[in-house]
């Protein structure tokens, strides 16, 4: 990809990561996880968080997720949580399930997607991306690179 300067108007924040993941069909089960997160502040509702939150998240064997999801889990998503008072919520769909790295870095595995209520144990279900990998890379490929200004 070609750098062509700055690209975002000044006043606007964007946080940018480098394109990095897991080859294909890397097992996540059991891996730790994060989810980022500005939803409510408690499972019984309130004003969502000011500031971003992270919740650490366990990612779970497909089979679990199947049996506690049934028809409505997909090969394309996976789950994680299941800790009570620690989960996404209303407000965090399309946000970030990151794992870290074998270099200290993260990778952003799965994207939040639905669940069943707020932090009542249940895990989350979220899109795992490795599934859409070659759409990414398909509409990266003739993307531009900015630098940040200064």
Not at 113 to 121: P, R
Request: charged share 15%.
């Amino acid at each position: 990809m070609a750098s062509t300067g700055w690209c975002q108007p000044d006043g606007i924040n964007r946080l940018v990561s480098s394109w990095w993941h897991q080859p294909a069909g890397v097992n996540l089960s059991d891996q730790p996880g994060n989810t980022k997160r500005h939803s409510m502040n408690n499972a019984t509702g309130g004003s969502p968080s000011p500031v971003l939150l992270a919740v650490p998240q366990r990612i779970l064997d497909a089979v679990v997720c199947r049996r506690l999801f049934g028809k409505y889990f997909k090969p394309s998503m996976l789950c994680a949580g299941g800790v009570k008072g620690e989960d996404s919520c209303q407000g965090d769909s399309g946000g970030p399930l990151f794992v870290r790295t074998p270099t200290g870095g993260h990778e952003v595995v799965g994207i939040v997607s639905f669940g069943d209520n707020c932090a009542t144990g249940a895990p989350a279900v979220y899109t795992k991306v490795a599934s859409f990998l070659p759409w990414v890379e398909d509409n990266i490929a003739d993307g531009m690179m900015c630098t940040p200004p200064g």
